[in-house]
């Protein structure tokens, strides 16, 4: 992990998501939804997740030999994530396969390395039916998702690039990844933690809320904003 010049305090956790579903990965992905509630308010601050991926051509059983009891509490931790109050920074040192894909469509700025590739863990009987797709269908459209979901089909860094799932496409050096990853520090320098995870929720409810159900969600969130604006002049 490297240091950062930023007014953002930096939440770096390093995710090992190249193996079957485990307590320690679990764990992991608890443990940094629980700093980034912890942190304190008085400074912004931003999740950056280090993600092993896999290696090319490399895949695995997932989630492996687990109950659904275990399942459901992977699902939890990368729903606890995605309501954090803090941007997410995620960028994967392999390919996006499987958890690597999952935890990357929770985060809020993407990076993936040149030559890797994004798809969906599968079993015999076709791609693993996580949350992971209702998040492609919500972000994404039911087109995209239907490629990968339904026809099991990967995308190569560069076309995840083009199709708006990744926002950079890196070389394999330390100095790229720094100079990305400070970019999207960048971005994220005056946003209010909770007022993003407010955001996420709004989008993520918008295939699936009619527009005079969401209409008070939103307006909360505008007047939450205008309070904000007004206390801090």
């Known amino acids: 992990m490297t240091s950062y010049e930023s007014t953002t305090h930096v939440l770096p956790a390093v995710i090992s998501a190249d193996q079957p579903l485990t307590e320690e990965l679990l764990a992991a992905v608890s443990a940094i939804a629980v700093r980034a509630e912890d942190a304190p308010p ?6 950056v997740l280090y993600v092993t991926g896999t ?5 695995f059983s997932w989630p492996g030999p687990v109950d659904i009891g275990v399942v459901g509490k992977w699902e939890s ?12 920074i995620a960028v994967v040192d392999g390919d996006a396969f499987g958890p690597a894909a999952e935890l990357l469509l929770v ?3 993407r990076i993936l390395r040149s030559g ?7 079993t015999a009987l076709g791609v693993w039916p996580s949350m992971a797709l209702h998040r492609l269908v ?5 087109g995209p998702a239907r490629a990968l979901a339904v026809q099991g089909r ?8 083009a199709q708006g799932l990744v926002d950079a496409v890196i070389d394999h050096d330390a100095r790229s990844e720094t100079t990305t990853v400070q970019a999207g520090l960048r971005l994220f320098e005056s946003t209010a933690g909770t007022e993003i995870a407010i955001r996420r929720r709004l989008l993520l409810d918008a295939t ?13 969130a505008a007047d939450r904003s205008l309070r904000r604006l007004r206390a801090a002049s």
């Open 42 to 47: 008085d400074k912004p601050h931003t999740v």
């Open 116 to 122: 890797s590739v994004f798809g969906f863990a599968a």
């Open 55 to 59: 290696r090319s051509g490399q895949q």
């Open 208 to 220: 699936t809320t009619r527009f005079e159900d969401a209409l008070g969600a939103h307006l909360a």
């Open 107 to 109: 985060a809020d700025y």
């Open 77 to 88: 931790a990368l729903r606890r994530l995605e309501q954090a109050p803090a941007p997410i």
């Open 154 to 161: 990967t995308l190569s860094a560069a076309e995840a690039h």
């Open 138 to 142: 919500a972000q994404y459209g039911a």
